[in-house]
């Protein structure tokens, strides 16, 4: 009873039913959060209403979630955006590309950027997100899939960056955790052949953190996110912004940066009050 009190069904919209209309499922439970692409029957295609209704869902995330699972339902996590983006009809009541491209450069740049909005709070500090992916994760899907801290994945994954074949570039945050995770020769053969990698190679390069037969993966995922839920809150949260910060600093100032971080966690945990 407590739990599904806890329990906010599509709890980020006014009226519950904006999340379902653009094919996105969310539900918030005590400290963990779950997105659900649910367009099963076109393979969870993604929109510009998905995207929108992503970074809504980042912008009125409860403070006392921590983790967030970013998952698909049915065969495929993901087939990347809608097919029809790319035909004059375009989706219905959104557009398509070539509707988007006569608002210009910088309209067109804008809807770049709010499109990215989706998928950049997915590596906030405050929270941890997983993936949790099965079946085809394509262009907009993988880089759904790499805009997550972390990836587990069912034994039939297969990711591939299509943009390249289509004449696009990967616009939706994933260039730059795909280089972080494989490097940058791999990156640009994963990205330049557009090829397809299944589980095996996914989890050597270090794309997946596991790799589990399709019916463990939720359960992989919920005990992924109760390890995760096991440690201190702040430290987490603390620890997490050191990492992130890890590459773009010198050994010296990540040192000092570590030394700045634990004074605030040692203030926290034993300073006196007063
Ligand atoms: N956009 C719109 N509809 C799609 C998409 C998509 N990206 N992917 C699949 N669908 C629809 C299909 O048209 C089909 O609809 P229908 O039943 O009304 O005919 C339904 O989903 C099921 O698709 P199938 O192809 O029958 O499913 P299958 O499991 O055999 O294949 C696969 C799945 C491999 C993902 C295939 O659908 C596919 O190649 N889709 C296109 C992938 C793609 O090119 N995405 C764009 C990447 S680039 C980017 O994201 C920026």
Redesign the pocket.
């Known amino acids: 009873m407590a739990e599904a009190q806890a329990r906010q069904r599509g709890g980020n919209t006014d009226d519950g039913s904006a999340s379902a209309q653009n094919g996105v499922r969310y539900e918030v439970d005590g400290e963990i959060a779950t997105i659900t692409l649910d367009r099963p029957?076109?393979?969870n295609?993604?929109t510009f209403a998905t995207w929108s209704e992503l970074a809504r869902i980042g912008e009125n995330l409860p403070e006392q979630v921590r983790v967030v699972v970013v998952k698909g339902e049915g065969?495929?996590f993901s087939?990347?955006?809608?097919?029809?983006t790319f035909t004059s009809e375009g989706v219905p009541g959104q557009g398509s590309f070539s509707s988007v491209a006569a608002d210009g450069d910088t309209g067109f740049e804008q809807r770049i950027r709010q499109a990215q909005a989706g998928f950049l709070w997915l590596r906030r500090p405050e929270i941890v997100s997983i993936a949790a992916v099965q079946?085809?994760a394509?262009?907009?899907?993988?880089?759904l899939a790499l805009a997550c801290d972390l990836r587990i994945v069912a034994e039939d994954v297969s990711f591939?960056m299509?943009?390249p074949a289509?004449g696009?570039v990967?616009d939706?945050t994933g260039t730059k955790p795909l280089v972080e995770l494989v490097g940058l020769a791999k990156a640009i053969d994963i990205c330049l052949t557009a090829r397809t990698v299944h589980a095996e190679e996914a989890m050597r390069i270090g794309l997946a953190e596991r790799v589990v037969a399709g019916g463990d993966l939720d359960q992989a995922v919920k005990d992924k996110a109760a390890q995760l839920l096991s440690t201190n809150r702040d430290a987490a949260v603390a620890t997490k912004r050191l990492l992130q910060g890890a590459q773009a600093r010198t050994l010296e100032e990540q040192s000092v940066a570590e030394g700045i971080e634990q004074a605030a966690r040692i203030k926290a945990l034993f300073g006196r009050s007063g």
């Open positions: 029957e076109k393979r295609a993604q065969p495929s087939a990347g955006i809608d097919l029809r079946g085809h394509i262009g907009a899907g993988f880089q591939c299509k943009e289509l696009l990967p939706l």
